[in-house]
């Protein structure tokens, strides 16, 4: 190619869409985020949109029926087991969710605020036990939970209890326990970048200006990571409302939870209509929760 020819390509005007794309940057973003999006979109969608329209048919013995109706929400509004699953599915979740963002708030405080050197080792330690398989973690628990586990066995030796505590495993108390620790670090991890990103300054000027440790957290540090501690709720509470294997390995019958119903709806039940519309309430009880949760992120900020 001559000099001719490179002075005549650099004569062209760009084209529109050149010229539109250089002018604006948030358009080069979307654009370079367009195929992740468009397929994150199709997946699900298209699964949502199905689950939707399934709900709306019946079952006759074991045919499916494609004439659209509201009979299956009308039968989980006449039978009460289908409320009280899901209010327990809600309260073991946000049980699972206070407990585990009020032990893991010291753990992020203490890193962010009380070491200076190996931050990054010591973000890997807490998160270790997390690089194993969660299938393994939770059976790890019933050896600990079991009636003759780790923990009935400590109790025995110390002389607390005379006979193994039955209620330790198989039990809401074990699916609330184990949900806590298996999803730990979801919250540990935003608690820690909102306490990171605090400005040291104003604790600074705060002692300049005599408030104690206790009252420079209560007035700064705590409120300052409180949209941390909110996108820890989030995390722990959306995945932990529809549990599945946690209920069905230590919950017995009485820590079944609503995702366990769906299951058995699509499984050994075969009713996937019901499946589907119990699936579609689910959804929409955890979009509810989700914009409590971004309502009350939204007062926070304030």
């Known amino acids: 190619m001559t000099l001719a020819d490179h002075s005549a390509m650099a004569a062209v005007p760009p084209r529109a869409l050149t010229r539109f794309l250089h002018r604006h940057e948030a358009w080069r973003g979307y654009l370079l985020l367009a195929p992740a999006l468009t397929l994150m979109a199709a997946a699900i969608l298209f699964p949502l949109g199905m689950t939707v329209v399934m709900s709306t048919w019946s079952l006759s013995g074991y045919d499916m029926v494609t004439t659209p109706g509201i009979g299956n929400y009308t039968a989980m509004v006449e039978n009460p087991m289908f409320g009280v699953l899901i209010g327990r599915s809600l309260a073991v979740a946000t049980t699972a969710t206070l407990v585990t963002v009020a032990l893991c708030y010291p753990m992020a405080y203490f890193v962010a605020f009380h070491t200076y050197r190996h931050k990054a080792l010591w973000l890997i330690v807490m998160t270790l036990p997390f690089w194993t398989s969660y299938l393994l973690r939770v059976f790890a628990w019933k050896v600990v939970l079991g009636y003759e586990g780790v923990l009935n066995t400590a109790l025995l030796g110390l002389g607390v209890v005379e006979q193994p505590v039955a209620a330790l495993l198989y039990s809401q108390t074990a699916v609330t326990i184990v ?100 699936a579609v309430v689910m959804i929409l009880t955890i979009g509810l929760a989700g914009l409590a949760f971004l309502l009350l992120d939204r007062l926070v900020r304030r």
């Open 179 to 278: 949900l806590a620790h298996s999803w730990a670090a979801f919250a540990i991890l935003p608690i820690y970048v909102s306490l990171e990103k605090i400005d040291r300054t104003y604790l600074e000027a705060a002692a300049d200006l005599g408030d104690s440790p206790a009252r420079r957290f209560w007035r700064i540090t705590f409120p300052l990571s409180l949209p941390g501690v909110v996108a820890a709720c989030i995390m722990m509470f959306v995945p932990t409302v529809g549990e599945y294997i946690t209920p069905a390995m230590v919950g017995g019958p009485d820590g079944m939870l609503i995702g366990n119903l769906i299951q058995a709806m699509f499984g050994p039940m075969n009713n996937w209509p019901a499946g589907a519309a119990l």
